[in-house]
């Protein structure tokens, strides 16, 4: 009997048409809206196989309905909407698109970076609005980047990628990890620090972290007290690794001098997220891999461990 797969958002037509060469495939056929979830719990008991997203919350309460569903295949390198646990329990094999988006991602970071020092996203309003009258000697002024301190939170293959493309800036850069790395250190120049130091040093810090039990609220009042008065704080991670409220009156008080942020706690972020309403924070709808060679590569991937999960053999991105 052919396997049957529910993909979780329409996906382009070469993926699709690889997926319908092994499996029964049903497809919710919005780009733009993410599956209801009383459509998802029908779904999910019908399927040896699922193809999801980041916007769908595969916990405990959807995988006890999940009777036949041998694979998961997250669209995604992170899978914090993945109950982990409960999959493993169950004997579901979780996977992930790890690498293919690494180095999208990095440039992403230090456009971000970019942007959000030379206040990029600000004089650009500012001269669409026209307010642009005269130059005058200290308009719109940001902060330098060559030669600056860099903090990176979070040395995976993204924190590698950033690192690279900060040596041609010439900055110095430190990095905090939940292990040393010789290699990296002596291939790029860093310097292992604790996070305290980290962020007392650092002009900009990147925090690119994995969401995990550990890292949620992992940069909140406190550490954002440490940071000088004209560091940048940069997120790409994960929503809920920083805390927003903390950051926000941080940020308010000029605590810190800006943040640039892709992701949020709550995705969509609504209109009138306070941070939002700031003009030193340049925010983004979670664009990090949102290049069209990514996305298609990640799709492919996804599809590709989807097809190994269900023909016997062991994922080569199998997280559990």
């Known amino acids: 009997m052919t396997p049957k797969i529910y993909i979780t958002r329409k996906l382009p037509d070469p993926i699709v048409d690889k997926l319908k060469n092994a499996f029964e495939v049903r497809m919710w056929e919005k780009e733009e809206e993410p599956v209801p979830r009383e459509i998802l719990e029908k779904e999910i008991q019908e399927v040896e196989g699922l193809y999801c997203l980041l916007t769908e919350s595969i916990d405990k309460d959807l995988l006890h309905l999940a009777h036949r569903l041998k694979i998961v295949s997250n669209m995604a390198v992170g899978y914090n909407n993945i109950d982990l646990a409960a999959a493993t329990e169950k004997g579901i094999m979780v996977t992930n698109t790890p690498g293919v988006l690494t180095e999208t991602s990095a440039d992403l970071t230090f456009a971000l970076l970019m942007a959000t020092a030379r206040r990029v996203v600000e004089a650009s309003d500012y001269l669409r609005a026209g307010d642009w009258k005269t ?186």
């Open 135 to 320: 130059w005058s000697p200290m308009q719109l002024t940001g902060q330098d980047i060559y030669g600056a301190v860099l903090g990176i939170l979070g040395l995976g293959r993204i924190g590698e990628a950033v690192a690279k493309r900060a040596r041609g800036f010439d900055m110095n850069i430190l990095y905090h990890n939940r292990s040393r790395k010789p290699e990296a250190e002596g291939q790029l120049g860093l310097k292992y620090v604790s996070k305290e130091a980290l962020l007392r040093e650092s002009d900009f810090v990147c925090v690119l972290t994995p969401y995990t039990p550990e890292t949620g609220n992992y940069i909140g009042a406190k550490e954002l007290s440490l940071m000088k008065p004209n560091a940048i704080l940069i997120n790409t991670a994960r929503g809920g690794i920083v805390n927003e409220e903390a950051l926000y009156h941080a940020l308010k008080r000029g605590q810190i001098w800006g943040a640039g942020i892709d992701v949020f706690e709550e995705e969509p972020v609504r209109t009138d997220h306070p941070l939002l309403s700031l003009p030193n924070v340049v925010a983004l709808p979670h664009i990090g891999s949102a290049s069209n060679n990514t996305r298609l590569k990640m799709a492919l991937l996804a599809a590709e461990n989807l097809l190994q999960g269900l023909q016997g053999n062991t994922p080569k991105n199998l997280v559990n």
